[in-house]
């Protein structure tokens, strides 16, 4: 299964001005602190206010997020017809910065990869409650596709899971894919997967509680291995 929960939080974000030059991932300080210094006071504190009217922003129709990480880039296309509340979720996750500074915390090597709590616990814990409706399923779970983890009806936040593989037992399961890597599938499968279920594990698992509640410390001094988003961006 697939999900990500805790005991009281969830993820927040803020929009960035592309960096002048690649983000280097031989640096994740510096990235992190150009990443945090790129924040808008209007998208840090939309970060910590889902009333914020940055969040009703609708998505375009079709767009692409880039995803800079410790391993390279990645892009992520998202069709919004096939998921309108997943698609406009994501949209604004990525452009107020939700991602930036933040690991994929679970990965099961193969089968798909994790990310989406924050690294900051005061962003968690306005956001890990923050649910939207299903979208009905409308497309495959073929590899590279991206949709949102969940616990069960109604219950997508910020987490978001990439397919490694094709997954077609998850369209049973109600995943509805709002997007796919088009570019840099092999920096996803690059991603560090040696810790397994053991650094996030799932919602439904309820093995979230320290993410949530200390984020990136906690991930970063007993996980130091895991690969970090530096930031996402709207193409």
Do not use: C
């Amino acid at each position: 299964m697939i999900a990500a929960r805790a005991v009281a939080v969830v993820i927040g974000a803020a929009v960035l001005a592309p960096p002048a030059s690649p983000v280097s991932a031989t640096h994740p300080a510096s990235n992190a602190a150009r990443a945090d210094a790129s924040q808008s006071g209007v998208h840090r504190e939309a970060l910590r206010n889902p009333a914020h009217p940055e969040w009703d922003v609708d998505a375009p129709d079709l767009f692409r997020a880039r995803f800079r990480t410790s391993k390279g880039d990645f892009i992520v296309e998202v069709h919004r017809d096939w998921a309108p509340l997943g698609a406009d979720r994501f949209y604004n996750l990525v452009r107020l910065g939700f991602y930036d500074d933040t690991r994929v915390y679970r990965i099961r090597a193969g089968v798909f990869a994790q990310f989406g709590l924050s690294g900051d616990p005061a962003v968690n814990a306005v956001w890990y409650e923050r649910t939207i409706r299903d979208d009905p399923p409308a497309q495959d779970h073929v590899r590279g596709r991206v949709f949102f983890a969940m616990r069960g009806p109604d219950d997508r936040t910020t987490q978001a899971v990439i397919s490694l593989r094709d997954n077609p037992d998850y369209y049973e399961q109600g995943f509805v894919p709002f997007g796919e890597v088009v570019e840099g599938m092999d920096v996803v499968d690059s991603l560090y997967a040696d810790y397994g279920e053991s650094a996030g594990g799932g919602m439904r698992g309820g093995n979230q509680g320290r993410i949530v509640n200390e984020g990136n410390a906690h991930l970063d001094a007993d996980f130091p291995l895991l690969d970090h988003i530096y930031q996402a961006t709207i193409e």
